[in-house]
């Protein structure tokens, strides 16, 4: 058994949940590690009670956070993503996490807009507006941008100019 199939959300929680002062955040590859919120009603005083688990409990609330590297972790979602907000973060890696869209992708840039390096290489459930919108929020800062096999879902119209064919994203959905 590797050491990365032990990391449980339990494990990660119990590890960064007194800090909030890490400025990385390396997980690869680990089968357990999810993005759950639990919700539960309380008995004693009808409210309800969320408890935060996994990436979201290893990143909320983490101001100092300068690189973020989430690899191959088949159970996160772009719920992950919302909860991650540092104004130094200016390096992210989300390499085959596939259940990753573009809604979490759009948390990701409006609330960190100082990504210089966005690696989203094998994120296959992304479609042209996660484009969109790290352009409008990352233009300026962004320096690398990984994009290998991407499957984007959009439309794309094929133009020809001499010799060369230019293809442009075309979009129905606008967020602004």
Wanted: aromatic share 6%; charged share 20%; hydrophobic share 35%.
């Amino acid at each position: 058994m590797r050491l990365s199939d032990k990391l449980t959300d339990e494990v990660l929680e119990a590890l960064t949940s007194y800090s909030s002062n890490l400025e990385q955040v390396t997980i690869i590859d680990c089968p357990n590690i999810t993005d759950r919120v639990w919700v539960q009603t309380c008995d004693e005083c009808t409210a309800k009670h969320s408890r935060i688990q996994g990436i979201i409990a290893a990143t909320i609330n983490q101001k100092k956070l300068r690189r973020l590297e989430l690899r191959n972790l088949d159970k996160l979602t772009s719920q992950s993503l919302e909860f991650t907000h540092s104004p130094v973060l200016h390096t992210v890696d989300l390499s085959g996490c596939h259940h990753i869209g573009s809604e979490g992708i759009f948390y990701l840039v409006c609330n960190n807009p100082s990504i210089r390096s966005l690696c989203l290489n094998n994120c296959v459930g992304l479609d042209d507006q996660a484009l969109y919108d790290i352009g409008y929020f990352c233009a300026e800062n962004l320096h690398t941008l990984g994009m290998c096999t991407i499957f984007i879902h959009s439309r794309i119209a094929t133009h020809t100019k001499g010799d060369i064919k230019f293809q442009s994203l075309t979009s129905s959905t606008n967020r602004r």
